[in-house]
């Protein structure tokens, strides 16, 4: 089949690469030359894990390639992906100006019948104002599906090549099973692909992330108990993912959740139901846990130091959303980073990959370091705030000498209490207690549940 991405994005990179390895011939499109440059040149200017490797294999294979004209990427097109970014606007409804855009220029582009796929995660609804953008300027005919994608930053390329489902929402038959015979090689039974109407389609994809949302926010507002009572957020946690109808993921307390998505994507429900005239309390409560949340472990800090931090240096260890992606976008980090700074630190922070894009995003005096140990250097406490397999289980005697004072604060509750405290370092974490009170005094022994943060 011959296939169109239209943004090569987080989604649209990875789409084009995956549908190239099972032999279709693919050519992806983004306005941006100097991504396209990259991207020609076998360099994803994203860090994906397996994302370079599929994109110099589409290429050297010669199926996949990538321009910035939308009319000779849409050349001799069966299927064309729209998976261009729909960020918040100022009202928190997601803006479709770029969707416009890539609608439009397609329609102008077209050169026969078409199937249209609306990758990008929109406002229920969207499937009509893009039929109409294509209609208004359309040549051919053309089907408009509504096809959400699922795939999660930092396993992006697993998730889309081994899909637990696909959701295709569309009231054409012909549409439905040609990209059907698309998917099919991705999906290890038919029947994980669906077909539904465009609206319930379009709703799906705000329906799990919302959902997933509000489990977290669940934890995190417990946790805040648990600290009032003594208990340990941790031990909770491993108590209720042991119950089957509850199960283990995203039930983590933090800092917060970020990312590209779930923020935009609550906020763009939330303003849907609004409109219908039917608000969702509980995703409301949600975001506003969440934005309280994203500060809270500043007030263990401060128990710790007092209420200014002049003349402190902290250590911020990670700054991606979340571990395996260079994605800042909305990263609680940054929020963090931003407040230690506003209350006088000196901050020294250490990312893996994600370094080079909180740059322009962190506060000027944010000292970016080479090291997580470089980071550390002279700091009197440490701030966890992404759980990088390479962070979470540090060197302490190493670390101790590195550090001023011996404080770490564990926004992921992913360092091991046990060996921070055995080590001689104050340990505060997430709904875990404050050091020295009783409670929440042992690393939770665990069945082998994982961190129930993979999905
Ligand atoms: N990132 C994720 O994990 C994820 C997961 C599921 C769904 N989504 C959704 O998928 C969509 C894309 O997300 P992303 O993270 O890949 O976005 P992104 O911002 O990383 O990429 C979007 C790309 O589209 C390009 N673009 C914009 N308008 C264009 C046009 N008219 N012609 C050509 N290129 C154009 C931009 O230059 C950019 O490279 C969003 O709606 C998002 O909510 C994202």
């Given at each position: 089949m011959r296939v169109t991405i239209i943004g090569t994005g987080y989604v649209g990179t990875v789409a084009g690469a995956c549908f190239a390895e099972t032999g279709n011939h693919v050519c992806c499109v983004d306005k941006d030359a100097s991504k396209v440059a990259a991207l020609s040149a076998g360099k994803p200017i994203i860090y994906e894990p397996q994302l370079e490797q599929l994109v110099r294999r589409g290429l050297a294979r010669g199926n996949l390639s990538y321009t910035t004209s939308v009319r000779d990427g849409t050349r001799g097109a069966d299927v064309v992906f729209m998976t261009v970014g729909t960020p918040s606007n100022a009202e928190g409804d997601a803006d479709l100006g770029f969707l416009e855009e890539a609608a439009r220029e397609t329609a102008r582009a077209m050169d026969g019948s078409l199937i249209v796929v609306n990758k990008s995660t929109v406002p229920v609804g969207t499937h009509r104002l893009v039929a109409e953008w294509l209609r208004s300027e359309a040549a051919h005919p053309f089907e408009v599906v509504s096809n959400p994608e699922f795939l999660r930053e930092g396993s992006a390329v697993r998730d889309f090549l081994r899909p637990e489902r696909v959701v295709l929402g569309t009231g054409s038959k012909t549409a439905f099973e040609t990209l059907k015979q698309l998917y099919l090689p991705f999906v290890?039974?038919?029947?994980?692909?669906l077909e539904t109407d465009p609206v319930s389609a379009e709703l799906t994809k705000y329906a799990c992330n919302s959902f997933l949302a509000t489990r977290i926010s669940f934890m995190n507002e417990l946790s805040r108990l648990c600290e009032a009572l003594g208990a340990d957020i941790e031990s909770v946690r491993h108590g209720m993912a042991l119950d089957a109808r509850i199960?283990?993921?995203?039930?983590q307390a933090g800092i917060g959740y970020g990312g590209s998505c779930f923020p935009k994507d609550i906020r763009a429900l939330l303003a849907t139901a609004k409109d219908a005239g039917v608000p969702l309390s509980i995703v409301a409560a949600t975001e506003d846990v969440n934005e309280t949340q994203k500060t809270h472990l500043m007030s263990a800090v401060h128990r710790h130091f007092g209420a200014s931090l002049a003349g402190r240096t902290v250590a911020l260890w990670?700054?991606?959303?979340?571990?395996?992606?260079d994605d800042v976008r909305e990263a609680p980090a940054l929020i963090l980073a931003r407040e230690l700074a506003r209350t006088g630190a000196r901050v020294r922070a250490f990312d893996p990959v994600a370094g080079a894009n909180a740059r322009a995003l962190l506060h000027p005096e944010v000292e970016l370091c080479e090291s997580a140990y470089e980071a550390a250097e002279n700091a009197d406490g440490l701030v966890l705030a992404t759980e990088w397999p390479e962070l979470v289980r540090p060197d302490y005697p190493l670390l101790k000498r590195y550090m001023r004072e011996h404080v770490l604060f564990d926004g992921r509750n992913a360092l091991s209490m046990s060996q921070a405290r055995g080590h001689g370092f104050a340990y505060y974490g997430v709904g875990?207690?404050?050091?020295?009170?009783?409670?929440?005094?042992?690393?939770t022994k665990r069945l082998p549940l994982g961190s129930g943060r993979a999905a």
């Open positions: 290890t039974d038919e029947r994980l692909i199960g283990r993921h995203f039930l990670g700054l991606a959303f979340k571990p395996d992606t875990r207690g404050a050091p020295g009170k009783k409670g929440a005094r042992r690393d």
